[in-house]
């Protein structure tokens, strides 16, 4: 058996696109046990329903954990070359963010060194939210930049980056990572 490789994916893609079934099928491709890190919160019945459809879509394969703020941690925790790890959504992590209170940026710079050292394969999950209207409020817009920033820096540091658009998945980066 080959050795595995460190691995990093980015899904982008609108509300309903199919980003999160699609990150999942890439997560099963690439671990018979992966680990399911799942941000949002159930802050209302909406809410609830989305992620209660969310865990009853994933079969008893998965590991589940729940972390809206100190992702970091876990990536640090289970940063294994053998671990599939798949982190559902970035977005929801900065809306916990922006209503903590917390610094954002340095928020960011700490995650950034997390994703970079992470040995196994982790697959990011994210809303692209920059592609609508301008916002008209001062906290949309400001959470429209710090999602827009963190794509940025995430895709760089990616192998791969997907944009699913009605449910098809468009390569928007894929590095060989076969040297890796």
Same mark, same amino acid.
């Given at each position: 058996? %080959? /050795?595995?490789?460190?691995h990093s994916i980015?899904?982008?893609g609108?509300?309903r696109?199919?980003k999160?079934?699609? #990150?999942?099928?890439?997560?099963?491709?690439? %671990?018979?046990?992966?680990?399911?890190?799942?941000?949002?919160? #159930?802050w209302?019945?909406e809410?609830?329903a989305?992620? %209660?459809?969310?865990?009853?879509?994933?079969?008893? /394969?998965?590991?589940s954990?729940?972390?809206?703020?100190?992702?970091f941690?876990?990536?640090?925790d289970?940063?294994d070359?053998?671990?599939?790890?798949l982190? &559902?959504?970035?977005t929801?992590?900065?809306?916990?963010?922006?209503?903590?209170?917390?610094d954002v940026? /340095?928020e960011?710079q700490v995650?950034?060194?997390?994703?970079?050292?992470f040995?196994?394969?982790?697959?990011?999950?994210s809303?692209?939210?920059?592609?609508?209207?301008?916002p008209?409020?001062k906290?949309a817009?400001e959470?429209?930049?710090?999602?827009g &920033?963190?794509h940025?820096?995430?895709a760089?540091?990616a192998?791969?980056?997907?944009?699913?658009?009605?449910?098809?998945?468009?390569?928007v980066?894929?590095i060989?990572?076969?040297?890796?």
């Open positions: 058996m %080959s /050795q595995p490789y460190k980015l899904v982008l609108g509300a696109s199919g999160s079934a699609y #990150a999942e099928d890439l997560a099963l491709t690439l %671990s018979e046990k992966p680990i399911y890190l799942a941000t949002g919160r #159930a209302d019945d809410m609830v989305r992620i %209660s459809k969310h865990k009853d879509r994933r079969s008893h /394969q998965w590991i954990i729940e972390e809206p703020i100190e992702v941690r876990t990536l640090k289970h940063s070359t053998n671990t599939t790890l982190l &559902d959504c970035l929801l992590w900065v809306t916990n963010l922006m209503l903590e209170e917390r940026e /340095q960011f995650f950034e060194a997390a994703v970079r050292a040995k196994g394969n982790l697959i990011l999950v809303n692209e939210v920059g592609m609508g209207i301008v008209e409020n906290m817009r959470f429209r930049d710090y999602v &920033d963190l940025k820096r995430i760089d540091i192998n791969e980056v997907y944009l699913v658009v009605a449910g098809i998945p468009v390569t980066k894929n060989n990572t076969s040297s890796l």
